[in-house]
T-cell receptor, first 113, second 117 residues
Framework: DQQVKQNSPSLSVQEGRISILNCDYT??????FLWYKKYPAEGPTFLIS???IKDKNEDGRFTVFLNKSAKHLSLHIVPSQPGDSAVYFC????????????WGAGTKLIIKP | AAGVIQSPRHLIKEKRETATLKCYPI?????VYWYQQGPGQDPQFLIS???????DKGSIPDRFSAQQFSDYHSELNMSSLELGDSALYFC????????????????FGPGTRLTVL
């Protein structure tokens, strides 16, 4: 059973517009969430994270929103740039037990010029 | 800034052979994680080490073993390789300090692509 779900396998966005990537989770024990960006044949690169005690975290063009009641988080990228084209993974963990990351299946973001 | 180093980057082995993958964490990081990513799949957690002791175990086959050494580097040993072991193997490191924001963040190496023929 997939505990972290990214239901959109791909997303295409015009350069300069906002990209919104979504992630849902089922395990209410998760208390820390992360977004990673991955290019082919490279390791995941950490982008931004959020603790379950917050509902928003912002870092430059990247903002992550967490809705605990809906068990939903989203990553907003604005403005989208061509270099943002990559696969984005949502991951979650339970801090007090272990630091094992549970991953979503990823969403491929394509930024159109 | 220094990142996680993995070697080799590519490895080709035959069935039933053994393979050893190495991971060098970011300096001062004392926790290492291993993940396996098969074609078209999300990364699956294999095993982790904290201060040279195994801290958590995931879906690691019995044919695999791993350890963390005194310099905090880690090695993943894989024996009796099977075709299904062909995957990208990622190592990540972190510096877990209780209570600090962002301290649980795992930083990933570039991965080792293992191909079993």
């Amino acid at each position: 059973d997939q505990q972290v779900k990214q239901n959109s396998p791909s997303l295409s966005v015009q350069e300069g517009r906002i990209s919104i990537l979504n992630c849902d989770y089922t395990n209410s024990m998760f208390d820390y969430f992360l977004w990673y960006k991955k290019y082919p044949a490279e390791g995941p690169t950490f982008l931004i994270s959020i603790s379950s005690i917050k509902d928003k975290n912002e870092d430059g063009r990247f903002t992550v929103f967490l809705n605990k009641s809906a068990k939903h988080l989203s990553l907003h990228i604005v403005p989208s740039q061509p270099g943002d084209s990559a696969v984005y993974f949502c991951a979650a963990t339970v801090r007090d037990s272990n630091y094992q990351l549970i991953w979503g299946a990823g969403t491929k973001l394509i930024i159109k010029p | 800034a220094a990142g996680v180093i993995q070697s080799p980057r590519h490895l080709i082995k035959e069935k039933r052979e053994t393979a050893t993958l190495k991971c060098y964490p970011i300096p001062r990081h004392d926790t290492v994680y291993w993940y396996q990513q098969g074609p078209g799949q999300d990364p699956q957690f294999l095993i982790s080490f904290y201060e040279k002791m195994q801290s958590d175990k995931g879906s690691i086959p019995d044919r695999f073993s791993a350890q963390q050494f005194s310099d905090y580097h880690s090695e993943l040993n894989m024996s009796s390789l099977e075709l299904g072991d062909s995957a990208l193997y990622f190592c990540a490191s972190s510096l877990p300090i209780a209570g600090g924001p962002g301290t649980d963040t795992q930083y990933f190496g570039p991965g080792t692509r293992l191909t079993v023929l």
